[in-house]
């Protein structure tokens, strides 16, 4: 492939990589919300976050944007592959030692390990839940599928693995903070939408998006556990 080849595929998957990503965050606000009804105690919180699961899984229009949400991610995990191996490749490796720290955040240096955790977190997360709640053997209750005593089960210190269970999540989450901080205002960079004017108030969304949303996240296996103590 020519330079130009190369520079013109470049940014096509950094276009790529940034709209996916811009998506995927639209999802986390999505089942955040849904997230935080285990904060609801006993039977009126089961209800709510059953009904909610039942309705991410039922719904024709929400099952569509699931299987966009499922294409995202994998698109976005092959070209963050792609773009960190031809970045190495591209940087004199004696340059990247000394001047790293300087050029660039740690987030930005370390996304591939970043996404690389990420990605182990979100096939341990779908083998526990999402495949449960629509191949295995499910609980009912009140006529739905109760995901809501499998995810407390899980959560529970009656669960010889559920303090590991935790604190794996909650490294996710601080995994996934870093990745957002940078990857929320790279994206729009990418895109090209960067303005003195605004770019500001992109940065400090991107640090109020990629700290808050992981913090919630990190809270509801924390608070589950304790409750159950």
């Not at 719904?59 to 995202?72: E, W």
């Not at 191996?85 to 987030?107: H, I």
């Not at 400090?204 to 913090?215: D, S």
Request: charge should be positive.
């Amino acid at each position: 492939m020519s330079n130009n080849g190369l520079l013109k595929s470049s940014l096509a998957k950094k276009y790529l990589m940034a709209l996916t990503g811009l998506f995927l965050c639209t999802f986390l606000l999505g089942h955040l919300a849904g997230n935080l009804q285990l904060f609801i105690s006993g039977g009126e919180g089961q209800q709510a976050f059953n009904e909610y699961a039942e309705f991410m899984t039922t719904f024709p229009l929400v099952k569509i944007l699931s299987y966009l949400t499922y294409a995202s991610v994998l698109f976005h995990i092959v070209d963050g592959i792609v773009l960190t191996m031809r970045n190495r490749k591209s940087r004199p490796v004696g340059y990247v030692k000394e001047k790293g720290s300087a050029n660039a955040s740690w987030s930005s240096r370390n996304m591939g390990i970043l996404g690389t955790i990420i990605a182990v977190f979100l096939v341990s997360h779908m083998q526990t839940f999402w495949y449960k709640m629509h191949f295995g053997a499910m609980p009912m209750h009140e006529g739905l599928k109760d995901l809501h005593t499998v995810v407390l089960a899980f959560f529970s210190p009656e669960n010889p693995l559920g303090l590991i269970a935790v604190v794996g999540y909650v490294l996710a989450q601080l995994a996934l903070s870093f990745h957002l901080v940078h990857g929320f205002q790279s994206g729009f960079q990418s895109l090209g939408l960067r303005h003195p004017k605004y770019t500001p108030v992109i940065e400090k969304t991107g640090y109020l998006f990629g700290i808050g949303v992981p913090l919630l996240f990190a809270s509801i296996p924390v608070f589950l556990y304790i409750t159950q103590l």
